[in-house]
Structure formats: C-alpha cells, structure tokens
C-alpha cells in the first residue's frame, strides 16, 4: 500500500528483489529518478532472505505537507502539488520507510497550558521571577517533571488513549515542550548532578539565573545557561512516568528526548530498554570533528545507562535551496548510530531540493533502506547513474562540498533557514559559472545515453535555481534596490520555476516558504507589464483607540509622536 498504513512487507519484498538482484536504484522522485539497468534477460538465483528490519522506525518527514499546511503550496496548482507529492511519497516507500509499531514521541505538552495553567499550575516551570507561567507561547513552557501530579495526569492521559485503542500498541509519550528544561523548584533541582563539562557555578546557579532573569529581556533565553545539565532531571522523571504507568502495563514504554539542555547522558541515573529515547544532537553538517565525536561519545552514554536510542536530527533543514553539500560526513554518522544501537529514526525534514542536493538525500534514503552499505558504496551508485558523466558529476559535488565546508562557520547562531538570508554574500557568480562548466561537460560526457545527461540536466536545472534565486537575494541585499529591480529579479526566478513546477528538481513548497521570510516576494504575474511606481512601507505604527480620540487629536498628523505606539510588520502575523 503506498499511502497509508505500514502493512507494507510485500511491497518492501518487491523493492529488495528489485534492489538486490537487478540493479534498480531510486536516486530522487519521479521517472528521471528511476535507474533500471538494461538487460536482454533477467536471472535470478534460487534463494531464501528473510529481512528483519534494525530500524523499528524509518522516518523522513515531509517539508514539502508541513508548509503545504502553512499555506505555502499557493506557489503551484493543485494537480501541480498531487504530482510532486505523490512522487515524494513513492520514493519514500521505495526507501521502505515506515513502521511497524509508530512509537509516540514529539513535543507532548503543546496543549497542556490551555487545558490547566489555571487549575493546575504545579505542572509547569518555576522561573526565576516565582511565577509558574510561559516566557513567550505556552507550546514553549518547560514542565515541572519532578511533579508527582503531572505524572499521573500523563499516564491518565495514556490510559484513556489506551482504552479507546485495545489491543493497539501505545506508548507513553513524555517528551518535553520546544525548549529547554527550566524549572527552578527545589525539587526538581534537587535532581541535578553536577557535569564537568558545565561551565557554571553549580551550588550558586539558582542566584546566577535569577540575576540574569532579572538583566536580561524575558524572551532572551539566555539567562538559562546558568541552570547547566538536567539530564539525570529528565531521567529520572522518565523513570517515575514508567513506574506509575506499569501498575497498568508491566511492559509500558516510555519515549522521551535527549535534547537542549538534556541532551548530555546523565551521570548518576540507570535506565532501561523500555525507556526509548529520541536524540537530538544538534549539528549541521559540515560540522567540526571534535562536535561530532562529542556527540558520539553523548550518544554512547546514553546507551551505556540503559536506555534504547531513536535519532532525531535536524540536519537536513539546512542548506535552502543552494547546492549545500555534506553527504559522506553525514553518512559515517549515520553509520556510526546504526552500528551502536540505534532503533529508529525521525528527520525533520525532507526538504526536497533534489536538483541542488541529490547525494545529501539519496545517502539519506538509501542508507534507510540498504543499512548494510557503506556511504562510500552509496556514493559510488548515485554516481554510477551519470554513465560516462559520472566522474564530471562527482567533481561537481566534492566542489560544492568543499564550498560548504568553508560556508558551515558563518552558519553558527542563525537558524536553520539561515543561509537563504546571507546567500548574497557566501556565493558569487564565479562559482556558478565554473560548476556549470562542469555539469555541461558531464552532459557532453554522457554522449548518446540520454538517460544519464537527462539526469545531467536535472542537476543544472538545481543549479540555475540556486543562481537565480542567488541573483534575486543580492538585488534585495542592496539598500538602494528599487521595486522595479526587486520585481524583475522575481519574474526571472519565476518563469524559470514556471518552466519546472513538476520536475522535482525543486521543493516549490519550501523555497517559497522560505523566500517569504527574507524577501518581499512580489506577485509578478500580476504585476507582469504593469508600471511599478513604489510600494507602501512594510513597517507601520499602531495605538488603540477604544475612547475614539483619534480623530480629533489628529493622529493623522505627520509631526504626531508616536515613539509609544506599537510597530506592527504588514509581512507577517502582528495580532
């Protein structure tokens, strides 16, 4: 089945006998995509396989129905949106992703403020001001999880899940809110082990943080920096979440994260194998040697005090829509968690840029399906699939890797979607223009195989994305731009996207979101052969006026002082 549910073992049979015995790879969605080697006769050897996957989980999710539920699929048709939807998901079934038993994890408590922040306020963080209460969204509130009453609101919540489900398996879903664990209350520090590798003052930490609550703006997070690690906090509240649920179900597991200020291993708390945590190690690759073997020892850790391991990462957010590549480091990471332990996976998320960062994403699927290769060997099958172009395309790629390696530093302490806001000033036109030089080669190498220099193309066609895209930021970048300019450079990024809605080279979906969060995306179809005068101020000012004075104090005026009223951006939410 291709879209829903996980009964899906045939299926995957047919994929491993297409896989193993025939040569048949999937490099990304859609036909172009499909490589199925020539041959006059098929012969396949008598023989027996029986595949019990390592993973109990395989998960890829989708950016492409995230911000298509954001709104962001207005970009394309909606037979465009059902074409490219549906290819991602053939390919992601060809990958053999999905499970067995789904194991409930993600942020548990989105909801729990509105259901009792008023009549139970003993579930949530103490902050350093003595208030129970959220900082900026109450999906972000951090939980007090050596709370005896939210732990039996938990597995309350669990077992009525569990009764309107008998006989489905259903897990305890503790995993903490969007931030870190920030709870002050003697109990729950109480909890806390000292980790040298902290650089803080442990026993004076409560008067540190309360200081710096007090100098810093209540949305600067960083006055928790002085709390430190609060792992052994997170363990031991897994622990108690396992206990009490167990009354119900002696084999009840519970799934947590190993996240923010709890990503660390704890180091004075045992857990066990039912205790399945989602690590999220926070890198982006390509990420400095010394990060990732401390991530591999905090992995190990993990592991050592008993508990079962899912990889949670974000990595793959990274990159836009620009040719970012990191796909071997990546996959000896990979490898490394699969080597020691590892049970499932949740990558948030596929974006799809296909034509800009095809090997990221093949060794990222095909790493899922085939775990006993090495990135090396995936490496040699996508390349493989060029022909004659192979080794052209390989230098392509090792050269935008290289290129990566030395943009990954200015990357730090932005977020995720960061790069798309300085791609004017880590690209230039001479790199383009000596990679394009190198994919025309590998189209010429390619000959008459038209299947191995259409796949050529499809990687320039993620190239002249890039450029464009590239040429449309530094338009923005410039002070002085106009409106003209800035719709011009537009129009060109559209038509040529226009011209390849389907192709799967580009995540429409995503680049459009995230365009939108940098630059003023003009309609330019609408504004196609229109005269383009100027346009009005994004930044506007606000005052309430319930007594209705407004008029007759001119607050219309141009010399009004409005130094106290709200600023207000016409680009995004304001309410």
Not at 99 to 113: D, E, Q, S, T
């Amino acid at each position: 089945e291709l879209f829903g549910g996980n009964a899906a073992g045939s299926l995957f049979g047919v994929h491993a006998l297409l896989d193993r015995f025939m040569g048949v790879r999937w490099l990304w969605p859609g036909e172009l995509g499909e490589v199925v080697p020539e041959a006059a006769t098929v012969t396949i050897p008598e023989t027996e396989l029986t595949f019990e996957p390592q993973m109990q989980q395989r998960m890829l999710r989708s950016a492409m129905e995230l911000f298509a539920r954001m709104g962001a699929a207005d970009v394309m048709t909606e037979e465009q949106y059902d074409k490219v939807h549906a290819d991602e998901r053939i390919w992601l079934r060809r990958q053999r992703m999905g499970w067995p038993k789904y194991i409930h994890h993600g942020h548990a408590f989105g909801g729990y403020w509105e259901r009792f922040g008023e009549t139970h306020p003993e579930y949530f963080n103490l902050l350093p001001s003595g208030k129970r209460e959220p900082l900026v969204h109450p999906k972000y509130i951090s939980m007090c999880v050596s709370q005896p009453a939210l732990w039996q609101q938990m597995v309350d919540d669990w077992k009525a899940k569990r009764d309107e489900n008998l006989g489905a398996f259903l897990n305890i879903n503790a995993c903490e809110n969007d931030t870190d664990g920030l709870c002050m209350c003697d109990e729950c520090m109480a909890w806390d082990v000292p980790n040298p590798t902290d650089e803080i003052d442990f026993e004076n930490r409560r008067a540190v943080m309360a200081e710096n609550f007090e100098t810093m703006a209540g949305k600067d997070y960083r006055w928790r920096s002085g709390i430190g690690t609060v792992s052994d906090r997170y363990a031991r509240y897994y622990l108690e979440v396992q206990k009490l649920a167990q009354e119900i179900d002696p084999d009840v597991m519970v799934c947590g994260y190993a996240y923010g200020n709890y990503r660390k291993p704890p180091l004075a708390t045992e857990l066990n194998e039912n205790i399945v945590l989602a690590y999220v190690p926070g890198v982006w690759y390509p990420e400095d040697q010394d990060v990732l073997a401390a991530r591999r020892a905090e992995w190990m850790g993990w592991r050592e005090a008993g508990a079962r391991l899912m990889l949670r990462p974000n990595s793959f957010l990274a990159g836009f829509s620009m040719p970012y590549i990191f796909a071997e480091e990546f996959g000896h990471e990979f490898k490394f968690a699969l080597e020691n332990g590892m049970i499932g996976t949740d990558f948030d998320s596929l974006t799809g840029m296909w034509g800009a960062q095809a090997p990221n994403l093949y060794m990222l699927g095909r790493l899922h399906a085939r775990p006993d290769l090495t990135p090396e060997e995936v490496m040699v099958e996508f390349y493989a699939a060029f022909g004659a172009g192979g080794p052209r395309v390989r230098e392509y790629f090792d050269h935008w890797a290289a290129i990566s390696a030395d943009i990954r530093p200015k990357l730090d302490g932005l977020a995720w979607h960061g790069l798309a806001g300085i791609i004017h000033e880590v690209y230039t036109a001479e790199m383009f223009a000596e990679v394009a030089r190198m994919l025309a080669q590998a189209t010429r190498d390619a000959g008459d195989d038209e299947a191995s220099a259409a796949r050529a193309k499809f990687l320039r066609a993620g190239l002249e994305n890039a450029r464009l895209t590239w040429e449309m930021a530094r338009v923005f970048a410039r002070e002085d731009s106009t409106v003209a300019e800035q719709v011009r450079a537009g129009a060109e990024l559209d038509a040529f996207r226009q011209n390849n809605m389907t192709s799967n080279a580009v995540n429409m979906v995503v680049a459009s979101w995230t365009e939108k969060r940098y630059w003023q995306r003009w309609p330019t179809a609408m504004l196609q052969d229109k005269q383009i005068v100027d346009s009005l101020p994004v930044t506007w000012k606000l005052q309430w006026d319930p007594d209705e004075v407004g008029a007759d104090e001119q607050w219309f005026a141009d010399d009004l002082d409005t130094a106290g009223w709200l600023s207000v951006e016409t680009d995004r939410a304001w309410e």
